[in-house]
């Protein structure tokens, strides 16, 4: 009974929180975090995924952790069609500079969406509650490391699901 006990409260002691910004843009980079996740969550850590609504087209499918859900802002809502033609057109641009511009409008959509959910009401005063001892986001979107300097999380995790890039390990 007493090693009963004992394996009970090594779990306890043993389990870390982690915070997971999944910005909800591409359904593969969704359930890339999401697995990752339910990996931590399997191993017995508290897991909460932060998911932003960067695409409404894309839904957040389930996962083991807690999620916390920030919705869509106004001005992605309202480029929506110029972005669905961007993201279905960006691979077939012509020509890299073509490709550029158009990349430009996308992020300039996904600022406008961090902005809403580092704004979104008393989201950063829950999150701080939380007291996450680790943090991890890809660095397709940015949003998140900056969220985790904002909460004070000092551990950082860079996921990549494409090539790394020049300047990644600057992220963490």
């Not at 389930?62 to 033609?85: F, N």
Request: glycine share 4%; aromatic share 8%.
């Amino acid at each position: 009974m007493k090693l009963l006990v004992l394996a009970l409260c090594l779990q306890c002691v043993l389990s870390l929180k982690f915070l997971a910004f999944n910005p909800l843009f591409g359904s593969s980079h969704v359930n890339f975090i999401n697995k990752l996740a339910d990996v931590l969550v399997d191993a017995g850590h508290d897991v909460v995924v932060l998911a932003s609504q960067v695409d409404d087209a894309i839904k957040l499918k389930s996962t083991k952790a807690r999620v916390v859900h920030v919705p869509q802002c106004s001005a992605a809502v309202a480029d929506k069609e110029l972005l669905d033609d961007i993201v279905t057109n960006l691979w077939r641009a012509s020509d890299p500079f073509s490709m550029i511009i158009q990349f430009h409008y996308m992020m300039t959509s996904w600022i406008d969406q961090c902005n809403a959910t580092i704004h979104h009401p008393e989201l950063l005063e829950k999150l701080r509650a939380e007291k996450f001892d680790a943090a991890f986001s890809e660095t397709l979107d940015p949003c998140g490391f900056g969220l985790f300097e904002l909460l004070g999380i000092e551990n950082r995790a860079v996921t990549q699901t494409m090539a790394i890039v020049d300047g990644t390990h600057y992220f963490t």
